[in-house]
């Protein structure tokens, strides 16, 4: 079991470029989330998918895509990427509501 | 929405000693309560949680008490090693409402000093 696996490791972009973060999970879970961790503000949810098919903003969406492909792949898209989403990026998944929320290593992205 | 507040931000304690980091939340209506770990370069990992229908619980050398009155909890780590060092977020939740998101405090450092 790998657990929640996130591609790339590290990204460096310039202002205005694309990309997409790519996560995948093998424990079967249902739901899945993506965090941005800023230093002193701790985790915070970008967008999350309760099951296959549904996604839902959090508390920062702007600027940000994402896609639930099927149940075991969540990846998220920077179509126009700024300096403010400079940040490490990290996927979780977990079995459902009020269960344990299992983490990947994270995505550090620099944006120039 | 909920807001989480985490104190402090930095903790040094020698090895040995115990450890005290303390959580409040905003909104009543908060039923899960879990801490996680996170070790440098690492995601985080879940050490503890507890329920709102429940005010203390333990596991080994970790334990986390609830106060629903007052709105906070805390998390109690007592004979310190060197592995404790890293940073612990506490977090909120709703579950149960239709809402599953966790929201999490800013975090504190934790330094075991040998």
């Known amino acids: 079991n790998a657990g929640v696996t996130q591609t790339p490791k590290f990204q460096v972009l310039k202002t205005g470029q694309s990309m997409t973060l790519q996560c995948a999970q093998d424990m079967n879970h249902n739901s899945m989330y993506w965090y941005r961790q800023d230093p002193g503000m701790g985790l915070r949810l970008i967008y999350y998918?309760?099951?296959?098919?549904?996604?839902d903003k959090g508390e920062v969406p702007n600027g940000y895509n994402v896609s639930r492909l099927n149940k075991r792949e969540f990846s998220l898209r920077l179509e126009s990427a700024a300096p403010s989403q400079t940040s490490v990026y990290f996927c979780?998944?977990?079995?459902?509501?009020?269960?344990?929320?299992?983490f990947g290593p994270g995505t550090r992205l620099t944006v120039l | 929405g909920e807001n989480v507040e985490q104190h402090p931000s930095t903790l040094s304690v020698q090895e040995g000693d115990s450890a005290v980091i303390k959580c409040t939340y905003s909104?009543?209506?908060?039923?899960?309560f879990p801490w996680y770990k996170q070790e440098l370069g690492k995601g985080p990992q879940l050490i503890i949680d507890?329920?709102?229908?429940?005010g203390e619980k333990k596991d080994q050398r970790i334990a986390v008490t609830l106060n629903k009155t007052a709105k906070h909890f805390s998390l109690h780590i007592t004979e310190t090693q060197p592995e404790d060092s890293a940073v612990y977020f506490c977090?909120?939740?709703?579950?149960?409402?239709?809402?599953?998101?966790?929201?999490f405090g800013t975090g504190t450092r934790l330094t075991i000093i040998p």
């Open positions: 909104d009543s209506a908060s039923n899960y």
């Open positions: 998918s309760a099951s296959e098919g549904t996604t």
């Open positions: 507890i329920r709102s229908n429940v």
């Open positions: 979780a998944s977990s079995e459902g509501r009020i269960n344990e929320q299992f």
């Open positions: 977090a909120a939740s709703m579950a149960g409402f239709g809402n599953e998101k966790l929201t």
